[in-house]
């Protein structure tokens, strides 16, 4: 089976610019989450979707929305970046999502804000 | 509000040796526990989880234990390799479809 897939792979962009990331998921997986990877932070969560709905939000501003298509792949957006907004962004495919089903990882967005 | 803690950011450890991880959490609605592994330029990949219900899950060389009562959580390597040496976060969740916590991360680095 072919991992998860994350697109692009870096990107640069400057403040007041938008963003829009992109995930494509194990096949078969419904669940997808995206995370926020900052150095003193940790993997924050942003949200997770499972079939074109948003389960779960984290406690990030408005800015951050996503939404996820029929064939599960999923899509972030960033609007109004801010230099803060500089991170990995890391997207995750699980199966159900459910208490602790394993999460399995895109290598990542490496987005630095100017 | 960190619910889940990792407090040492790095740890160093000689090859052959144990390598212990530690994670607190704060959460006393969190039922399940894992713990990922990340090098650099990839994705984080599960190591090994444990239900609250037990207090020990070994895979291989990577055993965890939980201590509920002192909602402390350890991962033990043993013995450590030089492949080993990479980030491990320590997750929690509180089950169904809640979000899955993620520590900051340990820098575990083991010297040949």
């Known amino acids: 089976k072919a991992g998860v897939t994350q697109t692009p792979r870096y990107l640069i962009k400057t403040r007041g610019q938008q963003v829009t990331l992109s995930c494509s998921p194990i096949s078969g997986h419904r669940s997808v989450s995206w995370y926020q990877q900052t150095p003193g932070q940790g993997l924050q969560f942003l949200f997770e979707?499972?079939?074109?709905?948003?389960?779960n939000k984290g406690n990030f501003p408005g800015r951050f929305s996503g939404r996820q298509f029929s064939n599960s792949r999923s899509e972030m957006n960033v609007s109004t970046l801010e230099l803060g907004d500089s991170a990995l962004y890391l997207c995750?495919?699980?199966?159900?999502?459910?208490?602790?089903?394993?999460?399995?990882f895109g290598p990542g967005t490496r987005l630095t804000v100017l | 509000d960190q619910q889940v803690k990792q407090n040492s950011p790095s740890l160093s450890v000689q090859e052959g040796r144990i390598s212990i991880l530690n994670c607190d959490y704060t959460n006393s609605m969190f039922d399940y526990f894992l713990w990922y592994k990340k090098y650099p330029a990839e994705g984080p990949t599960f190591l090994i989880s444990?239900?609250?219900?037990?207090d020990k899950n070994e895979d291989g060389r990577f055993t965890v234990f939980l201590n509920k009562s002192a909602k402390h959580l350890s991962l033990h390597i043993v013995p450590s390799q030089p492949g080993d040496s990479a980030v491990y976060f320590c997750a929690a969740s509180a089950g169904g479809y809640q979000k899955v916590t993620f520590g900051i991360g340990t820098k575990l680095q083991v010297i040949p």
């Open positions: 979707y499972f079939s074109e709905t948003q389960r």
């Open positions: 444990i239900s609250s219900i037990k």
């Open positions: 995750a495919s699980s199966s159900t999502f459910t208490g602790g089903d394993t999460q399995y």
